[in-house]
């Protein structure tokens, strides 16, 4: 009889462990993934270009009731701040900004068949991890050719977005 209860007894904590362990998996995955997007946009880098690193199982996020609120109270670069106010919990946890280097990106949404113009981009730092093709480097090579598909403010410039020469009949602005 006191072996039963013993195997139940180890068996309800086991599922407890099990459960408390997997909610803590997936409250990692949420919060790597708010870290990954708050310091995307901060730092105006790509999101696979940020590392977030989230320590080992000794780190414990409680549930929290409202959105936790990602900020970078420092001016390293490396650390991220989570702050949950009820429960009251507030974390701190390490980024990695990937090498970036210039790119040339997309300021507004554009239309397949619009001719570049240089007011249409900006210079700015980017993770080097982007695989949508060949980066423009000079932004020479690509003004005055249209593009080949629509693009979303943002996107890096590739030379695979544009057409080799000009048509007559394409568009010189968004309709």
Same mark, same amino acid.
């Given at each position: 009889?006191?072996?039963?209860?013993?195997?139940?007894?180890?068996?309800?904590?086991?599922?407890?462990?099990?459960?408390?362990?997997?909610?803590?998996?997936?409250?990692?995955?949420?919060?790597?993934?708010?870290?990954?997007?708050?310091?995307?946009?901060?730092?105006?880098?790509?999101?696979?270009?940020?590392?977030?690193?989230?320590?080992?199982?000794?780190?414990?996020?409680?549930?929290?009731?409202?959105?936790?609120?990602?900020?970078?109270?420092?001016?390293?670069?490396?650390?991220?701040?989570?702050?949950?106010?009820?429960?009251?919990?507030?974390?701190?946890?390490?980024?990695?900004?990937?090498?970036?280097?210039?790119?040339?990106?997309?300021?507004?949404?554009?239309?397949?068949?619009?001719?570049?113009?240089? /007011?249409?981009?900006?210079?700015?730092?980017?993770?080097?991890?982007?695989? /949508? /093709?060949?980066?423009?480097?000079?932004?020479?090579?690509?003004?005055?050719?249209?593009?080949?598909?629509?693009?979303?403010?943002?996107?890096?410039?590739?030379?695979?977005?544009?057409?080799?020469?000009?048509?007559?009949?394409?568009?010189?602005?968004?309709?």
């Amino acid at each position: 009889m006191q072996i039963q209860v013993v195997a139940i007894l180890l068996a309800f904590f086991a599922t407890s462990f099990a459960n408390a362990r997997d909610a803590q998996v997936e409250l990692k995955k949420d919060i790597l993934l708010q870290v990954q997007s708050a310091a995307a946009k901060h730092f105006k880098v790509e999101a696979g270009s940020v590392e977030v690193n989230l320590g080992d199982r000794r780190l414990v996020i409680p549930q929290c009731i409202q959105t936790m609120t990602v900020t970078f109270p420092f001016d390293d670069r490396s650390t991220s701040r989570i702050d949950c106010l009820e429960p009251k919990w507030t974390g701190y946890i390490q980024i990695k900004l990937q090498r970036e280097q210039p790119a040339f990106l997309f300021q507004r949404e554009l239309p397949k068949g619009y001719v570049l113009t240089r /007011g249409d981009v900006i210079r700015r730092l980017a993770g080097t991890n982007y695989e /949508g /093709g060949t980066r423009v480097v000079s932004i020479s090579d690509v003004l005055n050719k249209p593009l080949l598909t629509d693009v979303a403010p943002g996107t890096v410039l590739v030379y695979e977005q544009f057409a080799a020469k000009r048509d007559k009949d394409e568009t010189t602005a968004p309709i």
